[in-house]
């Protein structure tokens, strides 16, 4: 019963630091649109409106890409995040040092977080250079092709694969790469996040392609990594994806010339 509540408790954590980030997507998408955004006399699609680079803009355009990879990315690392807790419960019982599962989940965290801060750069380079629209959706169709059809062939790599395989395997990857300690702890969740990142950073790169701010869009790509990395299937899902995207990009491509 303890065992089986202490899950549940690490559950509803995640569970309920996944839905906070979603929530306050969902309230800054709003403002975006209310307050970014002006449609001109005569269009039905809105432009955007020029503004420079302010600290202020980058501090915010920083905390809504982490806040987002971590709505996306933390509820697929959850079987992870029990395993560590499974194994530090256990040592805690025989008497050896325990660390709380916090400070894995804050390494995993970290990464992300140095993920955003470049795609921060790269939204504000493709801001400077008039390529992104006002729902920070890629003008350019040959662009947003190109992107789409790089998602696809890198699903078929085999860094992609190599990384797909610890993230599906967590058993695994704690046997293989446990750290004893807050450090080590630390260093395990950046470890994990790292292979995450190897697995994902291309998927999170389409979100120039559908729209950084289309949360619909930026669910179902969530929901496609959670299925990749966590049902039986995964690995052959994550191909179809591919394919798929392959086929979509070069129809986009096409299509714009």
């Known amino acids: 019963m303890l065992r089986r509540l202490h899950r549940s408790l690490i559950l509803l954590a995640l569970l309920a630091l996944t839905v906070l980030c979603w929530l306050w997507l969902i309230s800054l998408g709003r403002s975006m649109s209310e307050k970014d955004m002006v449609s001109m006399p005569g269009m039905a699609m809105?432009?955007?409106?020029?503004?420079?680079?302010?600290?202020?803009?980058?501090?915010?355009?920083?905390?809504?890409?982490?806040?987002?990879m971590i709505g996306m990315m933390l509820p697929s690392a959850a079987p992870m995040i029990l395993m560590f807790a499974t194994v530090n419960r256990n040592k805690r019982a025989s008497g050896q040092d325990f660390v709380p599962v916090s400070v894995f989940?804050?390494?995993?965290?970290?990464?992300?977080?140095?993920?955003?801060?470049?795609?921060?750069?790269?939204?504000?380079?493709?801001?400077?250079?008039?390529?992104?629209?006002?729902?920070?959706?890629?003008?350019?169709?040959?662009?947003?092709?190109?992107?789409?059809?790089?998602?696809?062939?890198?699903?078929?790599?085999?860094?992609?694969?190599?990384?797909?395989?610890?993230?599906?395997?967590?058993?695994?990857?704690?046997?293989?790469?446990?750290?004893?300690?807050?450090?080590?702890?630390?260093?395990?969740?950046?470890?994990?996040?790292?292979?995450?990142l190897g697995c994902c950073w291309v998927l999170m790169a389409l979100l120039f392609v559908v729209g950084v701010m289309n949360l619909l869009l930026v669910a179902a790509i969530a929901a496609f990594v959670l299925v990749e990395k966590l049902l039986p299937g995964g690995v052959w899902?994550?191909?179809?994806?591919?394919?798929?995207?392959?086929?979509?990009?070069?129809?986009?491509?096409?299509?714009?010339a």
């Open 46 to 68: 809105p432009m955007p409106m020029a503004s420079p680079w302010s600290a202020a803009r980058f501090g915010l355009t920083f905390a809504m890409w982490w806040v987002m």
């Open 105 to 196: 989940t804050l390494g995993y965290l970290l990464v992300w977080g140095f993920f955003s801060a470049g795609a921060t750069v790269a939204q504000s380079a493709l801001d400077q250079l008039a390529m992104l629209s006002a729902s920070l959706t890629m003008i350019s169709p040959t662009v947003g092709g190109a992107l789409l059809i790089a998602a696809g062939i890198y699903q078929f790599t085999p860094l992609k694969q190599a990384c797909l395989r610890h993230c599906r395997s967590p058993f695994a990857f704690v046997l293989n790469r446990w750290h004893d300690g807050r450090t080590g702890a630390l260093r395990m969740g950046m470890e994990h996040g790292t292979f995450c």
């Open 237 to 256: 899902i994550g191909r179809l994806g591919g394919g798929t995207m392959i086929v979509v990009g070069a129809w986009l491509a096409a299509g714009s």
